[in-house]
């Protein structure tokens, strides 16, 4: 996937999780966040951040904020994808001739149970359930998920292990939104369940 009309600007302040306001060039704007987690160790005043520049003539806001750069304690600057649209869409692209053959029928949004899942997938005779789970938290090129509790994800866990259960292939894809990553793993500080319901989904 690709943007089509991107400039940079200075963040300024985060008025509530739909908005930010940011500086460029002369001027204040007023921006549409395109992920409405908390993102606090991403936003934070002064630091870089891109956004997408709207076609539309009747939005409110011109822009989308779609990246930030985050400063990193070796001094060196991480390019980091906020645009919590990002992950479906590049999955989308990845799916058929990635995980799954050419061939494969991808639906999008598909309930199973008391869950909705970002991917029903049928490739031969294979039947798959697929969630999406957007990174954008990293500490000394480590990246974790959840940047915040989660018992939607949990939810999204129990649904697969159940689909799995009960005949189903079951699938949990992290994006990592960003480069020079070594490794993954559950965020068990922010929130232990979480952590422990991957743990369980892998077992099973």
């Excluded at 779609?66 to 070796?74: D, P």
């Excluded at 989660?150 to 999204?156: C, N, S």
């Excluded at 159940?162 to 960003?178: C, P, R, S, T, W």
């Excluded at 068990?188 to 369940?193: E, F, L, N, P």
Aim: glycine share 8%; with cysteine; proline share 2%.
């Amino acid at each position: 996937m690709k943007y089509k009309k991107t400039v940079s600007g200075t963040f300024l302040s985060r008025p509530n999780r739909f908005i930010a306001k940011v500086k460029i060039g002369d001027s204040v704007e007023t921006v549409h966040v395109k992920n409405t987690g908390r993102c606090r160790e991403l936003l934070i005043e002064g630091c870089r951040v891109y956004l997408e520049e709207s076609d539309n003539p009747n939005r409110k806001t011109r822009y989308d904020l779609i990246a930030v750069e985050k400063q990193r304690e070796n001094g060196r600057k991480l390019l980091i994808n906020m645009d919590s649209m990002a992950p479906n869409a590049a999955a989308a692209e990845w799916l058929s001739g990635g995980l799954f053959s050419k061939k494969a029928e991808i639906k999008r949004e598909m309930t199973y149970g008391d869950s909705r899942f970002d991917f029903y997938i049928e490739d031969g005779e294979e039947k798959a359930f697929l969630e999406v789970k957007g990174v954008t938290l990293e500490n000394n090129g480590i990246a974790l998920f959840p940047d915040a509790p989660t018992d939607r994800g949990i939810k999204h866990i129990n649904g697969l292990i159940k689909a799995k259960e009960d005949g189903y292939k079951a699938y949990i894809l992290f994006v990592i939104q960003m480069k020079e990553v070594t490794a993954f793993t559950a965020n068990d500080v922010t929130h232990k369940a979480f952590g422990e319901a991957l743990r369980k989904a892998r077992k099973s």
